[in-house]
């Protein structure tokens, strides 16, 4: 397995024969499909990181987020969806299928 | 190490982000047409009601369009959540000149999609857009032709039941596909 990219709790692999990924979340390693990472992307863009510092909206600043098909289930703090965040950025950057920010208009 | 996220997808996750959007924009267009309908539906504007509705679809055939072609590249179409649309018109006139600034508004966020694909070289999404820009200018160009009969015929009674039959004869008719 090659590391694609290693973010302050996460890691990223790639492994070539099985064609997939795997995101190592210190206790736990899952396998990932593309689709699958694509799909975390866009639940990780969804989150409205403001929120965890609005009281009335996020009491407790977790966010709870089911992976792969509903086959996972984790509990994230804000530190941790942040660094998430950074990780998928960072991968899909190092994989060539995203183009660095300053190049784009972003729409998010 | 292979290129896996080339093998699975041939656009890359921003232009994937920008046709989202899109998406996200043809079915608010879709449901903004959908109340133009019913607004005239209920001031007896029936053939602009026809118009409309016929509208409606055609906006939501072409955010079908998009959607199946991310998908088709391997990308990850979002179904869109559309918020609230306007139900409140004070004349047929701005119900019309609504239609024309949402139109021009969807043409813009093509246009700048079609940029970005430009300066990154996305050839496949800008080839795909090129059908969007003809059929937005036929968009355009049928409102701006049904709000220039308010200029010739008028703004009365009467004019407005010209107008509303004018509607069919000279657009709805060559709106279905």
């Known amino acids: ?108 | 190490m292979k290129d896996i996220a080339r093998q699975r997808m041939s656009i890359s996750v921003e232009t994937m982000d920008l046709l989202n959007n899109q998406i996200k924009m043809e079915a608010h267009a879709s449901a903004s047409y959908l109340a133009m309908a019913s607004w005239c539906d209920q001031n007896a504007f029936t053939q602009s009601a026809a118009f409309f509705y016929n509208q409606s679809v055609e906006e939501r055939s072409h955010m079908m369009k998009i959607f199946q072609f991310v998908n088709d590249c391997g990308g990850s179409a979002i179904s869109p959540a559309v918020g609230q649309t306007n139900h409140d018109f004070s004349s047929l006139e701005e119900v019309f000149e609504t239609a024309l600034e949402q139109e021009i508004q969807v043409t813009k966020s093509i246009h700048n999609i079609v940029n970005e694909c430009k300066k990154n070289n996305d050839y496949n999404v800008e080839n795909f857009l090129q059908w969007f820009i003809v059929e937005q200018l036929e968009e355009e160009k049928t409102m701006r032709d049904i709000l220039d009969m308010f200029d010739l015929i008028g703004r009365d009674g009467i004019a407005l039941k010209m107008i509303d039959e004018r509607v069919t004869i000279s657009e709805g008719g060559g709106e279905t596909e």
């Open chain 1, 1 to 108: 397995m090659v590391l694609v990219y290693k973010s302050e709790f996460y890691a990223l692999y790639q492994n070539d024969i099985e064609r997939c990924y795997f995101l190592d979340f210190g206790h736990k390693t899952i396998k990932f499909s593309f689709c699958q990472l694509l799909a975390l992307r866009h639940k990780i863009n969804s989150i409205s990181i403001t929120d965890h510092f609005d009281s009335s909206v996020n009491k407790h600043g977790f966010e709870v987020l089911t992976l792969c098909n509903k086959s996972h289930l984790f509990v994230f703090n804000t530190l941790e969806i942040l660094d998430l965040n950074q990780l998928i950025q960072q991968s899909l950057l190092a994989v060539g299928i995203s183009i660095p920010c300053n190049s784009v208009a972003c729409v998010y």
